[in-house]
């Protein structure tokens, strides 16, 4: 097995080469790859089977074009390194569609499926009590991630209220009935989907019958499943963590979307988890754990494009090697940037106290998804270069600019 860097490292790398194509001096260029903040705290949980203690992050990347962004997610690999990464992506993410905020993100070192509701609720209310003085509507608003969702978002801004008064734009992705968004739920996988068939559409490609794989079957991957089968795609594989199912025919995704778990559904075939991936498709969209498509499987992978719905889900080294295979990659700052577009229209709604219809909602995220996927495109034939690097070249530049103008420094 190839050593390949860590997560963070991942990150940093491509800010670099973007600086590199726009001339970046090197103090902006570290400014740009250093966290702006970092709060680590200990979560103490009573369990039946004793007191365990957890660790909990919040990472503030940057704030110099607004308030920081991103969401909080629950799962036993949660590390420090990690939520840098995806803290720093959740900046560029944020930049590249144009939206003000900044990035950061949280996570708790827990496995999301062994705890109670009881317990996730002590988790949060702690994690919130604890990080509360560097959280708020204008300062850095949290989200939901894997392993949370909208009720823990409830919790988290009903702790916040009890600390700091009552303030419903300080969290995004909460429950309809306590100033969500009707749409936001849905938001980042509807993105993914209107991302691949914008991808499939600029290169004169049919998106009626073309057929899309999916690893994930959460958040992302049910909506972007739904979304890909109304679109017209065929849906051939789907996988979460508890099975994988296939039929070349197309799976009928109206029919299988109340499943909580993939291993539930009957009547399809079963196939190993890994084999989801190794589809032939046209479009391959990851959408669960990062890390997914490395130096190991890349030679198995069989499709014409890449939309990335989770977050660094492909390795630097699988990344080059896709591009010699003229594989396309739509990497995940633009393709699943629909989950951060959603939180900015419930954060305004909830500013303004005025609520959006949902096909309001939908209609603004379609345009800004497209006008995102175009801005990108354009700038991957300006520079000549894949469509990753054109992604981070246009939001390193917004970003390098917001921060230069402030003076800070530079
Ligand atoms: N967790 C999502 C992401 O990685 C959404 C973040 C947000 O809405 O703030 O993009």
């Not at 900046?91 to 109670?116: C, E, H, M, N, R």
């Amino acid at each position: 097995m190839t050593k390949e860097r860590s997560a963070f490292a991942e990150v940093n790398e491509k800010v670099r080469q973007a600086s590199e194509i726009l001339g970046l001096k090197p103090g902006l260029v570290q400014a740009l790859q250093q966290c702006e903040r970092e709060v680590v705290v200990s979560i103490p949980l009573r369990r039946q089977t004793g007191l365990e203690v957890l660790t909990g992050y919040r990472v503030q990347h940057s704030s110099a074009r607004g308030p920081r962004k991103g969401g909080i997610r629950f799962h036993h690999e949660v590390n420090l390194d990690e939520v840098r990464a995806l803290a720093s992506l959740m900046t560029w993410k944020t930049a590249l569609i144009d939206v003000p905020f900044g990035g950061a993100k949280g996570g708790v070192a827990v496995d999301a499926k062994s705890i109670s509701d009881i317990e996730r609720e002590e988790i949060i209310r702690r994690w919130t009590r604890s990080i509360h003085h560097v959280l708020g509507h204008q300062r850095d608003i949290p989200a939901p991630d894997m392993g949370t969702d909208s009720r823990t978002m409830a919790w988290l801004m009903d702790e916040f209220h009890r600390l700091e008064g009552f303030q419903p734009a300080c969290v995004t992705g909460k429950p309809i009935e306590l100033f969500g968004a009707p749409g936001r739920e849905e938001s980042t996988g509807r993105g993914v989907a209107m991302i691949a068939a914008a991808t499939l559409e600029k290169r004169n490609e049919k998106v009626k019958g073309a057929r899309v794989a999916i690893q994930g079957f959460g958040n992302v991957g049910r909506f972007a499943a739904l979304v890909c089968h109304q679109l017209g795609f065929k849906v051939v594989a789907i996988s979460d963590i508890t099975g994988a199912i296939v039929d070349r025919k197309g799976i009928d995704i109206d029919e299988i979307i109340n499943y909580r778990n993939v291993s539930e559904i009957p009547l399809y075939e079963n196939i190993p988890l890994h084999e989801v991936l190794e589809q032939r498709c046209e479009v391959l969209i990851p959408a669960a754990l990062g890390g997914v498509i490395t130096s190991d499987n890349v030679e198995k992978i069989n499709c014409e494009y890449i939309v990335e719905g989770a977050n660094q889900p492909t390795t630097t080294e699988a990344d080059v090697e896709l591009r010699t295979r003229g594989i396309t990659v739509v990497p995940d700052i633009l393709a699943n940037s629909g989950g951060v577009m959603g939180s900015y229209f419930e954060w305004t709604q909830n500013i303004q106290q005025y609520s959006w219809p949902i096909e309001k909602f939908r209609k603004e995220l379609d345009a800004r998804m497209s006008r995102a996927f175009a801005d990108t495109f354009k700038e991957s034939q300006k520079h000549n270069v894949d469509l990753r690097t054109a992604a981070f070249v246009l939001a390193v530049q917004r970003v390098a600019s917001a921060f230069s103008l402030r003076g800070d420094l530079v």
